[in-house]
Protein backbone atom coordinates (compact mmCIF):
# COMPACT_ATOMS: atom_id res chain seq x y z
CA UNK A 1 0.00 0.00 0.00
CA UNK A 2 1.63 3.15 -1.01
CA UNK A 3 1.33 6.37 1.07
CA UNK A 4 -1.02 8.09 -1.22
CA UNK A 5 -3.25 4.87 -0.39
CA UNK A 6 -3.23 5.84 3.17
CA UNK A 7 -6.21 7.27 4.74
CA UNK A 8 -6.20 9.94 7.63
CA UNK A 9 -8.41 8.45 9.19
CA UNK A 10 -6.68 5.37 9.31
CA UNK A 11 -3.56 7.44 10.53
CA UNK A 12 -5.51 9.04 13.75
CA UNK A 13 -6.79 5.48 14.64
CA UNK A 14 -3.39 4.28 15.21
CA UNK A 15 -2.14 7.31 17.04
CA UNK A 16 -5.76 7.14 19.20
CA UNK A 17 -4.80 7.99 22.89
CA UNK A 18 -8.32 6.32 23.94
CA UNK A 19 -6.74 3.02 22.52
CA UNK A 20 -4.40 3.28 25.53
CA UNK A 21 -6.71 3.69 27.93
CA UNK A 22 -8.22 0.80 30.28
CA UNK A 23 -11.57 -0.30 29.99
CA UNK A 24 -12.26 -0.49 33.75
CA UNK A 25 -10.42 0.27 36.86
CA UNK A 26 -8.49 -2.96 38.69
CA UNK A 27 -9.11 -4.90 41.65
CA UNK A 28 -5.64 -3.71 42.98
CA UNK A 29 -5.96 0.17 41.70
CA UNK A 30 -9.72 -0.10 43.76
CA UNK A 31 -8.48 -1.10 46.82
CA UNK A 32 -5.28 1.76 46.53
CA UNK A 33 -7.97 4.02 45.89
CA UNK A 34 -9.94 2.97 48.35
CA UNK A 35 -7.30 3.17 50.91
CA UNK A 36 -6.49 6.75 49.38
CA UNK A 37 -9.77 7.76 50.23
CA UNK A 38 -9.44 6.53 53.88
CA UNK A 39 -6.23 7.99 54.34
CA UNK A 40 -7.81 11.63 53.75
CA UNK A 41 -11.34 10.88 55.96
CA UNK A 42 -8.80 10.27 58.78
CA UNK A 43 -6.81 13.48 57.60
CA UNK A 44 -10.19 15.48 57.73
CA UNK A 45 -10.80 13.68 61.14
CA UNK A 46 -7.51 15.20 62.52
CA UNK A 47 -8.29 18.74 61.66
CA UNK A 48 -11.97 18.37 62.54
CA UNK A 49 -11.62 16.55 65.92
CA UNK A 50 -15.59 17.38 66.57
CA UNK A 51 -16.38 14.81 63.94
CA UNK A 52 -15.08 12.11 67.31
CA UNK A 53 -17.44 14.01 69.64
CA UNK A 54 -19.87 11.18 69.23
CA UNK A 55 -17.88 8.28 69.95
CA UNK A 56 -15.97 10.15 72.22
CA UNK A 57 -18.91 10.80 74.67
CA UNK A 58 -21.98 8.59 74.07
CA UNK A 59 -20.78 5.53 75.42
CA UNK A 60 -19.85 7.27 78.33
CA UNK A 61 -23.06 8.96 78.72
CA UNK A 62 -25.00 6.08 77.91
CA UNK A 63 -23.24 3.21 80.27
CA UNK A 64 -23.81 5.44 83.42
CA UNK A 65 -27.35 6.72 82.50
CA UNK A 66 -29.09 3.65 81.46
CA UNK A 67 -26.69 1.60 84.34
CA UNK A 68 -28.41 3.91 86.98
CA UNK A 69 -31.60 4.46 85.69
CA UNK A 70 -32.72 1.21 84.87
CA UNK A 71 -30.14 -1.09 86.68
CA UNK A 72 -32.21 -1.18 90.13
CA UNK A 73 -35.68 -1.49 88.37
CA UNK A 74 -34.66 -3.98 86.03
CA UNK A 75 -32.04 -6.55 87.32
CA UNK A 76 -32.26 -5.48 91.86
CA UNK A 77 -29.15 -3.26 91.31
CA UNK A 78 -26.76 -2.07 89.14
CA UNK A 79 -24.22 -4.32 89.33
CA UNK A 80 -26.73 -7.54 88.14
CA UNK A 81 -27.77 -4.86 85.27
CA UNK A 82 -24.33 -4.91 83.40
CA UNK A 83 -23.83 -8.25 81.83
CA UNK A 84 -27.45 -7.44 79.96
CA UNK A 85 -26.85 -3.65 79.39
CA UNK A 86 -23.35 -3.44 78.41
CA UNK A 87 -23.41 -5.53 75.24
CA UNK A 88 -26.53 -3.58 74.39
CA UNK A 89 -24.84 -0.28 74.76
CA UNK A 90 -22.34 -1.59 72.63
CA UNK A 91 -24.50 -2.47 69.86
CA UNK A 92 -26.24 1.13 70.31
CA UNK A 93 -22.92 3.12 70.62
CA UNK A 94 -21.67 1.09 67.17
CA UNK A 95 -24.70 1.38 65.10
CA UNK A 96 -25.36 4.64 66.04
CA UNK A 97 -22.31 5.73 65.17
CA UNK A 98 -22.38 4.78 61.37
CA UNK A 99 -25.26 6.98 61.09
CA UNK A 100 -22.60 9.56 60.40
CA UNK A 101 -21.18 8.31 57.08
CA UNK A 102 -24.25 8.90 55.51
CA UNK A 103 -24.19 13.34 56.40
CA UNK A 104 -20.84 13.18 56.11
CA UNK A 105 -20.95 12.06 52.30
CA UNK A 106 -24.28 14.17 51.82
CA UNK A 107 -22.17 17.31 52.97
CA UNK A 108 -19.70 16.50 50.75
CA UNK A 109 -21.73 16.09 47.73
CA UNK A 110 -23.43 19.26 48.68
CA UNK A 111 -19.59 21.12 48.63
CA UNK A 112 -19.15 19.58 45.11
CA UNK A 113 -15.96 17.37 46.80
CA UNK A 114 -16.69 14.50 44.55
CA UNK A 115 -17.16 16.46 41.23
CA UNK A 116 -13.41 16.78 41.21
CA UNK A 117 -13.66 12.90 41.57
CA UNK A 118 -15.33 12.99 38.09
CA UNK A 119 -12.75 13.25 35.86
CA UNK A 120 -10.04 11.24 37.61
CA UNK A 121 -9.92 7.01 36.30
CA UNK A 122 -11.18 5.96 40.25
CA UNK A 123 -13.55 3.25 41.20
CA UNK A 124 -17.07 5.11 41.65
CA UNK A 125 -16.91 2.77 44.96
CA UNK A 126 -13.59 4.22 46.29
CA UNK A 127 -15.01 7.71 47.29
CA UNK A 128 -17.43 5.85 49.00
CA UNK A 129 -15.30 2.55 51.07
CA UNK A 130 -12.97 5.25 51.59
CA UNK A 131 -14.34 7.10 54.38
CA UNK A 132 -16.25 3.94 55.40
CA UNK A 133 -12.56 2.19 56.19
CA UNK A 134 -11.59 5.30 57.93
CA UNK A 135 -14.88 5.21 60.00
CA UNK A 136 -13.85 1.96 61.77
CA UNK A 137 -11.41 3.86 63.84
CA UNK A 138 -14.51 5.88 65.31
CA UNK A 139 -16.47 2.25 65.67
CA UNK A 140 -13.29 1.17 67.48
CA UNK A 141 -13.00 3.96 69.80
CA UNK A 142 -16.73 3.76 70.41
CA UNK A 143 -16.27 -0.08 71.52
CA UNK A 144 -13.07 0.57 73.67
CA UNK A 145 -14.94 3.33 75.37
CA UNK A 146 -18.27 1.33 76.27
CA UNK A 147 -16.42 -1.44 77.60
CA UNK A 148 -14.08 -0.01 79.46
CA UNK A 149 -16.72 2.50 81.07
CA UNK A 150 -18.17 -0.54 82.04
CA UNK A 151 -15.67 -2.49 83.79
CA UNK A 152 -15.35 0.56 85.93
CA UNK A 153 -18.37 0.14 86.83
CA UNK A 154 -17.83 -3.44 87.91
CA UNK A 155 -18.91 -5.18 84.74
CA UNK A 156 -16.54 -8.46 84.73
CA UNK A 157 -17.36 -10.57 81.04
CA UNK A 158 -17.31 -13.83 81.96
CA UNK A 159 -15.81 -14.53 78.53
CA UNK A 160 -12.44 -13.13 79.06
CA UNK A 161 -10.42 -11.72 76.79
CA UNK A 162 -11.04 -13.53 73.97
CA UNK A 163 -14.64 -13.52 73.98
CA UNK A 164 -14.61 -9.42 74.40
CA UNK A 165 -12.58 -9.07 71.64
CA UNK A 166 -14.91 -11.55 69.54
CA UNK A 167 -17.86 -9.50 70.51
CA UNK A 168 -16.08 -5.97 69.55
CA UNK A 169 -15.10 -7.01 66.19
CA UNK A 170 -18.62 -8.71 65.62
CA UNK A 171 -19.69 -5.13 66.19
CA UNK A 172 -17.46 -3.52 64.43
CA UNK A 173 -17.97 -5.71 61.57
CA UNK A 174 -21.74 -5.14 62.32
CA UNK A 175 -21.69 -0.81 62.51
CA UNK A 176 -19.82 -1.00 59.34
CA UNK A 177 -22.03 -3.32 56.84
CA UNK A 178 -24.90 -0.75 58.37
CA UNK A 179 -23.28 2.55 57.52
CA UNK A 180 -23.28 0.68 53.18
CA UNK A 181 -27.50 1.57 54.12
CA UNK A 182 -26.86 5.29 55.38
CA UNK A 183 -24.28 5.90 52.58
CA UNK A 184 -27.13 5.25 50.47
CA UNK A 185 -29.56 7.73 52.06
CA UNK A 186 -26.40 10.20 51.95
CA UNK A 187 -26.79 9.65 47.87
CA UNK A 188 -30.51 9.90 47.50
CA UNK A 189 -31.26 12.12 50.25
CA UNK A 190 -31.29 16.43 49.24
CA UNK A 191 -29.51 17.76 52.32
CA UNK A 192 -27.67 16.45 55.36
CA UNK A 193 -30.35 17.29 57.51
CA UNK A 194 -32.90 15.06 55.73
CA UNK A 195 -30.24 12.20 55.75
CA UNK A 196 -29.96 12.75 59.72
CA UNK A 197 -33.72 12.84 60.33
CA UNK A 198 -34.53 9.50 57.57
CA UNK A 199 -31.18 7.69 59.95
CA UNK A 200 -32.56 8.42 63.31
CA UNK A 201 -36.37 7.13 61.93
CA UNK A 202 -34.50 3.67 60.90
CA UNK A 203 -31.61 3.42 63.66
CA UNK A 204 -33.52 4.61 66.76
CA UNK A 205 -36.63 2.25 66.26
CA UNK A 206 -34.70 -0.70 65.63
CA UNK A 207 -32.11 -0.13 68.80
CA UNK A 208 -34.74 0.64 71.43
CA UNK A 209 -37.34 -2.08 70.22
CA UNK A 210 -34.73 -4.72 70.70
CA UNK A 211 -33.40 -6.86 73.67
CA UNK A 212 -30.38 -4.44 73.67
CA UNK A 213 -31.96 -2.47 77.23
CA UNK A 214 -34.67 -4.89 78.60
CA UNK A 215 -35.74 -8.79 78.60
CA UNK A 216 -37.91 -9.72 76.47
CA UNK A 217 -40.03 -11.31 78.94
CA UNK A 218 -41.26 -8.42 80.32
CA UNK A 219 -42.90 -7.25 76.98
CA UNK A 220 -46.40 -7.14 75.59
CA UNK A 221 -46.44 -10.45 73.03
CA UNK A 222 -46.62 -8.30 70.26
CA UNK A 223 -43.97 -6.40 71.13
CA UNK A 224 -41.95 -9.67 71.85
CA UNK A 225 -43.20 -10.98 68.61
CA UNK A 226 -41.09 -7.75 66.82
CA UNK A 227 -38.09 -8.02 68.89
CA UNK A 228 -37.33 -11.79 68.99
CA UNK A 229 -37.33 -10.55 64.60
CA UNK A 230 -35.33 -8.19 65.06
CA UNK A 231 -31.90 -8.08 63.44
CA UNK A 232 -30.28 -6.00 66.07
CA UNK A 233 -31.75 -8.16 68.64
CA UNK A 234 -29.78 -10.89 67.04
CA UNK A 235 -26.73 -8.91 67.33
CA UNK A 236 -27.03 -8.09 70.83
CA UNK A 237 -27.52 -11.53 71.72
CA UNK A 238 -24.58 -12.75 69.88
CA UNK A 239 -22.58 -10.27 72.14
CA UNK A 240 -24.06 -11.01 74.89
CA UNK A 241 -23.02 -14.95 74.00
CA UNK A 242 -19.48 -13.85 73.31
CA UNK A 243 -18.52 -11.29 76.11
CA UNK A 244 -20.44 -13.28 79.11
CA UNK A 245 -19.79 -16.58 78.09
CA UNK A 246 -17.36 -17.00 75.27
CA UNK A 247 -19.62 -18.90 73.26
CA UNK A 248 -20.23 -18.83 69.67
CA UNK A 249 -24.13 -19.59 69.22
CA UNK A 250 -26.10 -19.59 66.22
CA UNK A 251 -26.65 -16.03 66.90
CA UNK A 252 -23.27 -15.09 66.04
CA UNK A 253 -23.94 -16.76 62.38
CA UNK A 254 -27.42 -14.89 62.29
CA UNK A 255 -25.65 -11.67 62.99
CA UNK A 256 -22.80 -12.18 60.47
CA UNK A 257 -25.43 -13.27 57.52
CA UNK A 258 -27.18 -10.67 58.14
CA UNK A 259 -23.98 -8.07 57.66
CA UNK A 260 -23.49 -10.13 54.36
CA UNK A 261 -26.74 -9.91 53.53
CA UNK A 262 -27.06 -5.80 54.25
CA UNK A 263 -23.84 -5.29 52.51
CA UNK A 264 -24.69 -7.24 49.40
CA UNK A 265 -27.67 -5.82 48.71
CA UNK A 266 -27.19 -1.73 49.42
CA UNK A 267 -23.13 -1.55 48.66
CA UNK A 268 -24.16 -1.95 44.70
CA UNK A 269 -27.18 0.49 45.69
CA UNK A 270 -24.88 3.22 47.00
CA UNK A 271 -22.47 3.20 44.27
CA UNK A 272 -25.75 3.13 41.47
CA UNK A 273 -26.92 6.06 43.35
CA UNK A 274 -23.56 7.99 43.26
CA UNK A 275 -22.77 7.18 40.06
CA UNK A 276 -25.96 8.90 38.61
CA UNK A 277 -25.66 11.83 41.45
CA UNK A 278 -22.08 12.36 39.44
Same mark, same amino acid.
Request: aromatic share 10%; charged share 15%.
Given at each position: ??? /??????? %??????? #?????????? @???????????????????????????????????????? *???????????????????????????????????????????? !???????? /?????????? +???????? $? *???????????????? *???? +???? !??? #??????????????????????????????????????????????????????????????? %?????? &????? $?????? !?????? &????? /????? %?????????? @?? *?? @???
Amino acid at each position: MTT /LDVRPDD %VLAEHDP #ARELHPRVSL @RETVDQTFSMAWRALLKMRRNPEQLFDVLFQPILFTLMFA *YVFGGAISGDVKSYLPLMVPGILAQTTMTACMATGVQLREDMDK !GVFDRFRS /LPMARIAPLA +GPMVADLV $R *YTIATVLTLTMGIVMG *YRPG +GGFG !GVV #AAGLLLIVTGWSLAWVFTWVGTIARSAQSVQGISMMIMFPLTFLSNAFVPTETMPSWLEAFVT %VNPVSH &VVSAA $RDLAND !GAITGE &VGWAL /LGCAV %VIAIFAPLSV @RS *YS @RKI
